[in-house]
Every structure is written in C-alpha cells, then in structure tokens.
C-alpha cells in the first residue's frame, strides 16, 4: 500500500563517460540527487550497479516498515 504519491519512487541524474580516449577504456559515472543536489562518482559501472541495488534494497525496506507501521496503527515517521 503506497501512502504518498513519491513512495516506491527514486529520482536521479545518471552522466555516464569513459575514462581516457580508447575504445576499450573503463567507463565512469556520477549519480545526483535532484532533491539534496548531493553526488557520487563510481570508477566502474558494477560499482554503479551495486549501488542502484543497495537504494532500491533500502527503499524497500523503508517501504515495508511504514506498511507494517500503519498497518499496526502506528505513524508513518
């Protein structure tokens, strides 16, 4: 059960480059949040992947412990 219209929603700005001018160069990418202006730097796309796992993971989570919440009767924090 979704409780806000942003809930299950994450947001960011993916810039995506290589490293260096061979075709077989590493690629790079940053990550930043349009809501706190914050951004991360990855050396490496499985970085980058690792962490889109991770947000997701922790949304999850932070979605199902405010379900449970008001399905107990207690406020959303």
């Known amino acids: 059960m979704k409780t806000s219209p942003l809930e ?3 947001s960011y700005l993916l810039r995506l ?3 260096g001018d ?3 160069a590493s690629w ?3 990550l ?3 809501m706190t202006g914050s951004r991360q730097n990855f050396a490496s796309l499985d970085d980058l992947f690792t962490h889109l ?3 997701v993971e922790a949304a999850d ?3 199902h412990v405010s379900n449970a919440r008001l399905t107990q009767g207690e406020p959303k924090n």
């Open 32 to 34: 930043e949040s349009p």
């Open 53 to 55: 796992k991770n947000l």
């Open 61 to 63: 989570q932070e979605n």
């Open 17 to 19: 480059w290589q490293a």
């Open 8 to 10: 299950g929603y994450l």
């Open 28 to 30: 790079r990418a940053s």
């Open 22 to 24: 061979d075709p077989r």
